[in-house]
């Protein structure tokens, strides 16, 4: 995946100066509409982009690009910068929390790639040269990143911040949008509904470290975002009074020194990055978001990052020092309140972890940037050193065998509440050809699930879905149902999870279903095992030849009878999911939509 890098050091062609009234004299007319100087319609672009969506995560969005529109417009006034502002635009991405256990939830990384076409568009149609971007829930950042990496202008990002925790009113107990998940097997309807009224008050994205936090770590260790503007909540006067200001600086220095985001993102940033997220035990979607952000930056992040063995290998040397939801207690506020990112970042340089040379949007390295924060050490209840950690293994595993014969399928170790006896578990197979059906089953026949089962979901992978949904609903009733019980029900998918999801899941098993994987020739009864000592998945039956090339023939025959795809195989016609089901690349290569080239 090296296309592109030949644009890491692209050339901008300026406009000239037009002597056409017609393409000027809009230009005219919104400078002098947005108070900005007329005189500079031809000076070289600043923009600000927002993220917009149906939800919480981005209630703050707007209030934050109109604080940083302002702080530019008064930079490019008092500096008399050759720059023209032009008008904030915006994209739009989906609710994952309002639509997960829905159809619609397969429009959710979907997502991720229209952010990737709108913001590309808005910044080669306006030839704009400066970017800053208010991101907010977990695909559009990535969405917005990717476009950034790709049109490779001084750029910057500001996390629009976190949701802070709800409680229940009588107990003061802390509660999350993963808590009300995991209610909905809870028969009293007035607890039920005493959560849904209180456990996501306020404005922004999920507040643990699921997907959104996770990859807002990524992106700010990745040098795209100042460290210390992570943490904050959504709510925090200073993302409308100090970071404004300290992003145009940021955003001036890269323009002043030619920094650009390609120079940024680097193979060692990325590793650092992975490091980081890893470390704060983050969500299993950082092995879709990290591979495309670096296909967007002109790496392969399997070969110039790091290959799946080294991946595994640092995991397995790579402690969790932070006690987040959901396999821990806090919230990303509690980390905020802790030191923030400066410190979970600090602890993983001093041990060593992390190459502090890497090059940061402030114009400083990692490291310095680190120093001139001068963040508290760990203070063992929040974050945690690196020598004495809150779990002693990494967050994330890569698994192969011979359901996964090219590896990539991921388990969040973090996660794991039960099952493994010494690095092992074996589980018995029960099979469900799509994420719908195995909701019913949850719903209307829960005491049919037995210690020890292995649900598996296939036909919801990134072409089968299409669009690879994340399975927070299911996997919140298993939690609840094994909590209660006292049994481990684990389960394998060809799609993917929440950042929410606890317990014995592993997702992007790959070849999906659709394409005739060897997750499409399991069978109920079968016997899987997962082994984290050598990091394997497998089929005890498909180990047999014959019984493998048997099922292998009864697959094909049943694709041929059903004009080439599988009868399980849910129809579509919406436009979006026609493209994506034609063109969506396996989990391992990000899960989005190919290239054309």
Same mark, same amino acid.
């Given at each position: ?109 979907? @997502? ?114 100042? =460290? ?134 402030? @114009? ?31 967050? =994330? ?21 039960? @099952? ?51 399975? =927070? ?103 979006? =999911? ?20």
């Amino acid at each position: 995946m090296t296309e592109g890098l030949e644009n890491a050091t692209r050339v901008t062609v300026r406009p000239t100066a037009s002597t056409n009234p017609g393409r000027d004299v809009q230009r005219v007319g919104t400078a002098k509409f947005l108070g900005e100087d007329s005189a500079k319609i031809h000076d070289p672009v600043w923009a600000v982009l927002g993220n917009l969506g149906d939800s919480q995560c981005y209630l703050g969005v707007q209030a934050k690009v109109a604080a940083v529109q302002s702080a530019l417009s008064r930079r490019i006034a008092a500096d008399d910068r050759a720059n023209r502002l032009i008008a904030p635009a915006f994209t739009v991405g989906v609710s994952d929390g309002q639509l997960n256990g829905t159809p619609e939830m397969r429009f959710s990384l979907i @997502g991720r790639e229209l952010v990737n076409d709108v913001a590309s568009t808005h910044l080669a149609a306006n030839r704009v040269e400066g970017m800053i971007a208010v991101v907010a829930c977990d695909k559009p950042p990535v969405g917005t990143v990717a476009a950034l990496l790709e049109h490779n202008v001084p750029a910057v990002i500001l996390s629009d911040g976190s949701i802070k925790p709800g409680h229940l009113p009588e107990t003061g107990e802390r509660i999350d949008l993963v808590t009300a998940f995991q209610y909905a097997t809870n028969p009293d309807e007035a607890a039920r509904a005493e959560v849904t009224r209180h456990a996501c008050p306020g404005q922004g994205s999920c507040g643990g470290m699921f997907t959104y936090n996770t990859m807002q770590t990524f992106i700010a260790v990745l040098g795209l975002e100042p =460290l210390r503007m992570v943490a904050p909540p959504s709510d925090d006067p200073r993302r409308l009074t100090e970071f404004p200001e300290e992003l145009v600086q940021c955003l001036a220095t890269m323009t002043e020194r030619n920094i650009r985001p390609r120079d940024i993102v680097t193979p060692a940033a990325l590793r650092n990055a992975m490091t980081v997220t890893m470390a704060m035990g983050g969500s299993t979607n950082v092995m879709l978001h990290s591979v495309e952000i670096a296909r967007a930056a002109g790496i392969d992040l399997w070969t110039e990052v790091l290959s799946q063995d080294e991946f595994n290998e640092l995991s397995h040397r790579l402690p969790v020092i932070v006690n987040m939801r959901p396999f821990g207690e806090f919230s990303m506020v509690d980390v905020e309140s802790s030191g923030g990112l400066p410190t979970v970042v600090s602890e993983l340089l001093a041990a060593g972890f992390l190459d502090g040379t890497t090059l940061t949007c402030t @114009g400083e390295t990692l490291a310095e940037q680190v120093a001139r924060l001068a963040p508290p050490a760990a203070d063992h209840q929040v974050i945690y050193s690196v020598a004495q950690p809150f779990k002693n293994s990494g967050g =994330l595993r890569l698994l192969r065998g011979n359901l996964a014969p090219d590896g990539g399928a991921i388990l969040k170790l973090a996660g794991v509440e039960s @099952g493994i006896v010494d690095g092992i578990f074996t589980g018995t197979a029960r099979v469900f050809d799509s994420e719908r059906s195995l909701i019913a089953a949850l719903d209307d026949a829960p005491e049919s699930f037995a210690d020890n089962d292995m649900v598996v979901i296939r036909y919801e992978g990134p072409r089968g879905a299409p669009g690879m949904p994340e399975m =927070l609903d299911p996997t919140s009733k298993i939690t609840s149902l094994c909590r209660k019980r006292g049994i481990t029900i684990a389960l394998m998918t060809d799609a993917r999870f929440s950042g929410g999801s606890v317990g014995l899941v592993i997702g992007h098993v790959a070849p999906e279903a659709i394409l005739g994987g060897p997750i499409a020739l399991v069978e109920n009864g079968d016997t899987i095992t997962v082994d984290v000592n050598a990091d394997r998945l497998d089929c005890l039956e498909l180990n047999d030849a014959h019984t493998a090339a048997a099922r292998r023939q009864a697959w094909e025959k049943a694709v041929a009878a059903n004009g080439g795809v599988h009868p399980a195989t849910t129809p579509v016609s919406h436009r979006i =999911l026609k493209r994506m089901r034609t063109m969506a690349l396996p989990a391992l290569l990000g899960g989005g939509m190919s290239s054309l080239d």
